[in-house]
C-alpha cells in the first residue's frame, strides 16, 4: 500500500474534551487519577491502530478543582504504566522546558523509550502562566521569548544527552571484563546561556535514538521553534482555510530552516462527536453545552482575554478593545484564535463559551460517522493536515464510538492502516531514527 | 499472630550487588536495563512476600561504563511500570533533594502512590558527588551541611503539597456540578531559604497520604534528619555490635525528636551468598571475588579514600595517614565505616577491595539458608534491626535462592508473614497514615 496515509493521534483528557463531560450520568468523575481508565483507552486506541497517545500537562494546578477534575498524574510517570499495558502504540508526554532540568528530563524520556521499546515522544511546551511560576521560586512567568530561549537550548541539552551513548556502545564482554567502550560514552560539556551539563547521560542511547519531538506553540515563536526541532505538530484550528495556511506556513518554515517537510507531521486537533444520525450526534452537544455552568466560564474567558469581568456580558459580542497579541505573555496564539473566532463569527459571549468547552479552540465536528471519515478525508486531501490529533468529546464512549465506526470507514479508503507494520512510534509516523553523533565531545571521556 | 514480625525490603541492582556479578555466564549483562528483569525480581520477592522493593539512584553515572553496567532506568519512570506488574509489594524510589524541585517531585511520587493504590515510598537522599552537580549547572557539590539544610526544607515542602488536598476535598457532585470544595484544595504559600512554592500540588492527596519516607545516610547530619523525617532507614554496618549501637542511637534520636521509635523501621543492608552448604556459598563468593578487575577497584578506593593512587600498594594495609571524616563533603559515613573496618581488621587493600566489591560495606553473610535465617533472626531478637534491606550478590538466582530457601525457614519460626495483611505499604511497615492537615494554608485558596 504505496498510498499516503493519515497518522491519528489520541489525546486523552479525563472523561472528555468537552468540560463538561465528567457531569454526564455515564461518566466516571474519577477517571482522571484511574489507571484502569487510562488502560481502557490506550487498549481501544492500539486495537483500532493508532499511532499514539497522548497526555497534556502543566505543573500547576489546571482549571477550578471545584469545577471540574483538575489532578493529574504525571505523564512520564503515567505512560511508564501504559508502556506495559500495551505493544505498539507510541506514547507521547508533554513536560515543560521552562520547569525542569534537562538532565533530569530527558532521562525520563529515554527511561520510557527504553521500557517502551522505542515508544516514547516528548511535546515540547514551555509553559505559560504565573501559578506555574509560582511553583518554581518565580513571582511570575518568564517572558515568552525568554521561554522560547530557554527552550531552544534545552532540546538542544537534550539531544546531546540522548547522543552521549553511541549506538555500539556496549559490548557486555564477560571475558574481558568489558562492559562499554569507553570513547564510546562521551560527556558533553554543554556550557550555555541556561544551562551547563557536563553528561553523558547515565543512560545507554533509547531505541528511538531520541524519543519523536512533538510541539503545539502556534505563536511566531513557536512556529521558528516547531520548524527547528519538531517531528509532528498539533495544532488547534477552527476552519479548513485556516489550517491549509498553517500547514502551508509550518512546511515552508521547515523547508527555510533546512529539513525535510516530510519529516514533519501536522496534525490539527479535531473534537468528534457522534451519532447514528446528525440529530443524534447535535443532540448530545447541546447537552453537553448545557451542562456548562456560565458563571465558571465566564470567569476563565475573563482570564484569558485579560478583561475584568464587567466589561463581558453573557448575550453580547466581545467588546471591541481588547489586549493585543503582543501584550499577552501566556499562549499567544490561542488568544489570537479565540478573538478572531468569536469576531468572525459575530458569537456572543454565551456562544462562545459553548464553544470553547467544547474543544478549546479546536474544531468541533457533530456528525455521523461518515461525516466526520469525510471530514478527515477532506482536510488530508487537501494540504491542511498529514493526521489527525482525535480529541472525544467524551471518554471513553467517544474514543470506543470513533475507533468502531469511523476507523473502518479511514481504513476501507485505504487511507488509515489496517496492522502496524513497524515497531517503534518513529516507525507509525514513517520518520527516521536520528543518527549517532560520534563527534559529540569528542575532548571528554566519561569519568 | 501477635509477635513482632520482621520487613524485608529487596534492593535491586542490576545483575547483583557484587560489582562483578554481571560477569558470570548465567548473568543477563543487560538487566539494568530490561523491564522484563525487574519485573522477574519484582514478583518473586512478591510472592515471598516481601514489604518492599527499592532502587537506589543518581543524576549521573554510576561508576565505570567501561567496567560495569552504568545505565539506569529513572526509578519513579521504572517503579511506575512495576506497579502495573505487580499488586502489593511496595515499591521505594531513590531521588534527590539537591537536584529536583520539591513540586515536580513530590507530583511524581505522588503520582506513584496514586497508580499503585498506595505503594510508594521515597529514599530521600542529598547526593554526594561533582559529577551529579556539574549536571546541573554547579561546578561541584554543595557542602553537606548545606545539601542537608536543602533537604530538610525539600520534605517540608513536598509532605506540605502533598497535605494540599483535604483527604475529603473531591465529591464529584454531577447534579451540582461540585467536582471538589474548594476551601478542601488550599494553597501551601511557602517561602523559605531555597524554596518559594505557592502550591496546591495539581494532584488530590494519595493513597498513604504520604509515600512512605526513607532514608540512608548515617553521618550526624544524615541520622538527625532521619530522626525528624525518616519511617524506615536502610543502613551499611559491617558487625553486630555496630548495628546494636547504631539501632539504639536512631531510635534514642527518634524518642529525642518527639517521635514514637516504633515509627521508624530500622534495616541493615545484608548482602547474603546462598549454597547448599557453606563450602557451595563460600565457593560462590570466591568465584565473584576473583572477577573484580583490581586496576581499576583501585581507582574506586583511591577515589573514595581521596588519596593518590601510588599510597596504595595491593597487599598492604591503608596508609596510617588519610584524611578526616570532617573534610570529607561526599559520603562522610561511608568513608568512615570502611577505613575503621579496613584498620579493625587489618585487612589489605586487595582484600578490602574483596569486601568492597561484594557488598560496598554492607555486610556480606555467606553460607547456608539456615545460617542465613539464624543471622536475620539473631539480629532481630537482639537490638540490631526490625528487618533486612536484602542485597543479594547476583540477581536473579540470589533472589530466587533467598525466596525458595530462607523466606520458608523465617516463616515457620513465626517471623515473617505467610500472606499480606494489607494493601498499602504502610500496612506492610505497620506505620500510620499521616493525617490530614486543616490548618494548612488557611489564608489561601485555589485559584
Redesign the interface.
Known amino acids: 500500500m504505496g498510498a499516503r496515509q493519515l497518522h491519528l493521534n489520541l489525546f486523552i483528557h479525563d472523561t472528555g474534551h468537552h468540560e463538561?463531560s465528567?457531569?454526564?450520568?455515564s461518566?466516571d468523575?474519577?477517571a482522571n487519577?484511574s489507571?484502569e481508565a487510562h488502560q481502557h483507552l490506550a487498549r481501544v486506541a492500539e486495537a483500532a491502530k493508532f499511532d499514539s497517545l497522548f497526555l497534556a500537562d502543566?505543573?500547576?494546578?489546571?482549571g477550578?478543582?471545584?469545577?471540574?477534575?483538575?489532578?493529574?498524574?504525571?505523564p512520564?510517570?503515567?505512560l511508564?504504566?501504559l508502556?506495559?499495558?500495551t505493544r505498539r502504540i507510541g506514547l507521547i508526554a508533554t513536560a515543560s522546558t521552562s520547569?525542569?532540568?534537562p538532565?533530569?528530563l530527558a532521562?525520563?524520556l529515554a527511561?520510557?523509550d527504553?521500557?517502551s521499546g522505542g515508544r516514547a515522544g516528548w511535546n515540547i511546551v514551555t509553559t505559560a502562566g504565573d501559578?506555574a511560576a509560582?511553583?518554581?521560586?518565580?513571582e511570575g512567568q518568564p517572558l515568552h521569548k525568554t521561554r522560547y530561549e530557554r527552550a531552544d537550548e534545552f532540546v538542544d541539552v537534550a539531544t546531546k544527552l540522548w547522543d552521549s551513548?553511541a549506538d555500539d556502545?556496549?559490548v557486555?564482554d564477560?571475558d574481558a571484563?568489558?562492559?562499554?567502550?569507553?570513547d564510546r560514552?562521551r560527556a558533553i560539556s554543554h556550557s550555555g546561556t541556561h544551562?551547563?551539563?557536563?553528561?553523558?547521560l547515565?543512560?545507554?542511547r533509547s531505541p528511538q535514538g531520541h524519543p519523536l519531538l512533538v510541539q503545539a506553540g502556534s505563536s511566531e515563536d513557536g512556529k521558528e521553534f516547531a520548524a527547528r526541532w519538531a517531528e509532528a505538530i498539533f495544532t488547534a484550528q477552527p476552519t479548513l482555510a485556516e489550517t491549509q495556511t498553517f500547514y502551508a506556513d509550518i512546511k515552508r518554515r521547515v523547508v527555510a530552516a533546512g529539513r525535510n517537510p516530510d519529516h514533519v507531521l501536522v496534525l490539527p486537533g479535531i473534537v468528534p462527536v457522534l451519532g447514528e444520525t446528525e440529530a443524534e450526534a447535535r443532540e448530545l452537544e447541546a447537552e453537553l453545552d448545557r451542562?456548562i455552568?456560565p458563571e465558571?466560564a465566564l470567569a476563565q474567558l475573563t482570564q484569558l482575554l485579560r478583561v475584568s469581568s464587567d466589561r463581558l456580558s453573557l448575550d453580547e459580542e466581545l467588546p471591541a478593545e481588547l489586549p493585543s497579541e503582543d501584550s499577552i505573555e501566556g499562549a499567544k496564539s490561542r488568544y489570537t484564535l479565540i478573538v478572531d473566532w468569536a469576531r468572525r463569527d459575530r458569537l456572543t459571549v454565551r456562544e462562545l463559551i459553548g464553544k470553547l468547552g467544547g474543544g478549546r479552540g479546536h474544531r468541533t465536528v457533530a456528525g455521523t460517522p461518515v461525516q466526520i471519515a469525510d471530514t478527515i478525508q477532506h482536510y488530508f486531501e487537501n494540504g491542511a493536515a498529514d493526521g489527525f490529533n482525535i480529541m472525544p468529546a467524551v471518554l471513553p464512549s467517544g474514543l470506543d464510538a470513533f475507533a468502531r465506526s469511523v476507523v473502518p470507514i479511514l481504513q476501507e479508503r485505504g487511507l488509515f492502516r489496517t496492522e502496524y507494520s513497524g515497531v517503534t512510534l518513529r516507525d507509525h509516523y514513517g520518520l527516521p531514527r536520528p543518527g549517532d553523533r560520534p563527534d559529540l565531545g569528542v575532548e571528554g571521556v566519561?569519568?
Open positions: 463538561a465528567w457531569r454526564l450520568p461518566s468523575p474519577h487519577l489507571l502543566s505543573p500547576a494546578m489546571f477550578d478543582p471545584g469545577r471540574r477534575p483538575a489532578g493529574r498524574i504525571e512520564t510517570v503515567l511508564s504504566a508502556a506495559v499495558s520547569y525542569n532540568e538532565f533530569n532521562r525520563r527511561s520510557v527504553h521500557l501559578g509560582r511553583n518554581f521560586g518565580l551513548w556502545a556496549i557486555a564477560k571484563g568489558v562492559h562499554a567502550v569507553r560514552v544551562f551547563s551539563v557536563d553528561g553523558p547515565n543512560l545507554p451542562l455552568a465558571y566519561a569519568s
